[in-house]
């Protein structure tokens, strides 16, 4: 089942501009996870924020968690034509097994 | 350098065929997942496994089968192939742990075509 909604579905910039993407989930989480899609290629993870952390930051990318209101944002600044790609958000929820409920994804077009 | 690999990155196989897909992982991980990705329906869980010998169904497991005779391999079967398992088709693993970190690694994908 899908719990995690990412918004906007598609999101077209120029390079140098910065890029929001918004995920919304239902149940309470042990943590969130985005994950970058290059087309056609597998997931990659590329930063994980724990429930009981707020902010997090890894290079470009600026993740923030608001539990409150069962959503996270992943903010990447100064975006560059490599950033081109679907973007996910995966939730671990509480009480569960081992298992990702992951979003549909958004499509993020960054153009030269 | 971590990696999950995947037996074909194209498949093409007829209807009514019985279909194997490989994935093997290098990490020692527990976890391994198998996921179908369609357009505009994200990804779907099929099987998962945490242990060797062991399986659980994921929310679309109706028409697939699984094994996993060894830590680092896990298959997905199609007992009999149809149409509406063009898909792309994806595996991953995690590691068995409990303490928040359990980052998924993905292998490239099989891009599967039945006709």
């Known amino acids: 089942s899908q719990q995690g909604e990412e918004d906007p579905q598609a999101l077209s910039i120029q390079e140098g501009e910065n890029a929001t993407m918004n995920c919304s989930y239902k149940t309470s989480i042990n943590n969130l996870q985005w994950y970058r899609q290059n087309s056609g290629r597998g997931l990659v993870h590329l930063i994980l924020i724990r429930s009981n952390e707020r902010e997090k930051h890894s290079g470009r990318l600026r993740v923030t968690l608001d539990t409150s209101k069962k959503s996270s944002s992943l903010l990447i600044t100064a975006s560059r034509a490599a950033d081109t790609a679907s973007y996910f958000c995966a939730t671990d929820p509480q009480g569960g097994s081992e298992k990702l409920v992951f979003g549909k994804g958004m499509k993020l077009t960054v153009n030269p | 350098d971590v990696k999950v690999t995947q037996s074909s990155r194209y498949l093409v196989k007829r209807t009514g065929e019985k279909v194997f897909l490989e994935c093997v992982q290098d990490m020692d991980h527990e976890n391994m997942f198998w996921y179908r990705q369609d357009p505009g329906l994200g990804l779907r869980l099929i099987y998962f496994s945490y242990d060797v010998k062991m399986k659980e169904k994921g929310d679309i497991p109706e028409g697939y089968s699984v094994s996993r005779e060894k830590k680092e391999r896990f298959s997905l079967i199609l007992e009999s192939a149809s149409t509406n398992q063009t898909s792309m088709y994806l595996c991953?693993?995690?590691?068995?742990?409990?303490?928040?970190?359990?980052?998924?690694?993905f292998g490239p994908g099989t891009r599967l075509t039945v006709l």
């Open positions: 991953a693993s995690s590691p068995a742990t409990r303490s928040s970190y359990n980052e998924q690694f």
